[in-house]
């Protein structure tokens, strides 16, 4: 983005800023997930109950996202990806993502206390609290495994999604959860190596800046191999089935092979050819979390219909 159109940015906010600042983009993971945990939970729930549900975790979800804008508005303003954010670009202040982040939680925990449980209220407000605090606050800027530990937050939906139904969690929950925070360094990471000197720029501890790109390029290829097992386990689970089962296999495949092009590649390689391989391991990860969920809903739907 060249200084002109950085200046393009200032301005009145409009609400497409405030939708913004509630990162739309992560909210459709947590959203997905955390259906896809109430869906094939084993106990039934009111196709109202679950739309509120939904919803209500969905706007804690953005009420994170805007907390997290908040905090990080002086490093977002320092990277290329993250400077045409509405806070660093000034179309709104960093109140204003505050005020917003705290009241959208605030609320998302009480009405899903009143629609849900109050277990899976607590849930979300822990989620809530880990991902702007834990992990904003504290890890990110402190150490290289910032995203390693700070991933739990993402993994939390599809537990939430589960205990509105049940009240509690189980083995078939947490499973849920180790898919997605096994998943999580290795998505970040590839993205990490594309994106070149924004973490160096912005002084985040990210591996890549404190361990260089060797190492990292290393730690996908042994998360991805510690990813694949924890997916084989969930497809053979009382919540997979055959069309997980043939997800997993599909999509740990692309993924190891992906991780083990990335291992195999030095610094040359990687500039010679603009990062070509990095960036087609991030969007490969993408899709893999969306397939996997989406997979464990077909399944349900064939236990439903007595298929399977």
Known sequence: MSDVDYDRLQ?????????ALLKPRVMSLVVFTAAVGLLVAPVPVHPMVAFAAILFIAIGAGGSGA?????????????????????????LTAGDALSLG??????????????????AAALLGFTIFFYAVVYTMWLKRLTPQNIVIGGAAGAFPPMIGWAVATGGVSI?????????FMW??????????????????AGVPMLTVTHGRRITRRHILVYTLLLVPVSLALAVSSIGGPVTLVAALVLNAQFLLGAL?????DEAQAEDDRYAVEKAVFRTSLYYLFLHF??????????????V
């Open 11 to 19: 301005g009145e906010a409009q609400f497409g800023d405030y939708v």
């Open 67 to 91: 907390l997290n804008m908040w905090w990080d508005a002086d490093i977002d303003e320092l990277m290329k990806r993250t400077r045409g954010r509405p806070v660093p670009s000034g179309r």
């Open 102 to 119: 705290l009241a959208l939680s605030g609320f998302a925990v009480v009405m899903l206390a009143l629609a849900a449980n109050l277990f």
């Open 172 to 180: 078939e929950s947490a499973m849920m959860f180790m898919l997605i």
């Open 184 to 201: 999580t360094p290795p998505h970040f990471w590839a993205l990490a190596l594309f994106m070149r000197s924004d973490y160096d720029d």
């Open 261 to 265: 092009r990335i291992a195999r590649r």
């Open 294 to 307: 989406g997979a464990l809903l077909c399944d349900a739907a064939l236990r439903t219909a007595g298929w």
